[in-house]
């Protein structure tokens, strides 16, 4: 099947989470994975040995992390090169209605803009609270800053709300480009 190079930035650990359950499900397919952060690991990997890529970013205070906006941005020719796909993690995304469904795709549109990928598929997922990770101070913020998310929020407990269907059914989708016609017959 393809080598797919898998490329991420993540502030708590979400992002991170969701690209290893699309590693694991794109090898399950039957395709081969490599998996870099690029915060802690430098991706000295020739992106034309790949068949595709996907590339995910979390939003912290309405930003992308600077080190994948740069990353993408100095190699986006040979990204654009092939299937790439790119999700965004963030809190925006676990609210439904229109006004945050628009915030949600002008952080992708801005992702975009600002690198000039070309991703054949570009979504959103909802990420998670982390309060067992968070100070004193940033707990406070972080719950009055989702307190219209969750009514009489326990930030005792951490808070996931990405829907596993969603990563699941992206990665279907995303494989689709990765399958090479049959020019034998």
Known sequence: ????????????????????????????????????????KENKSDIANYDGAVIGSSIHIGRYQKYVIKYIKDRVDELNKIPTAFFSVNLTAVDKTPKAMDKTTEFIDSFIDKTG??????????????????????????KSLSKNLIKDMDSSQDIEFTDWMEVSEFVTRYSKFLEKPDISS
């Open 1 to 40: 099947m393809s080598r797919v190079l898998l490329l991420y930035g993540s502030s708590e650990g979400q992002t991170q989470k969701i690209m290893n359950e699309i590693s694991k499900q794109l090898k399950q397919i039957g395709h081969q994975t490599d998996l870099f952060n690029l915060k802690t």
């Open 117 to 142: 990928l070309e991703p054949r598929i570009a979504v959103t997922f909802p990420g998670a609270l982390k309060f067992s990770e968070y100070g004193f101070l940033k707990k406070l913020l972080m």
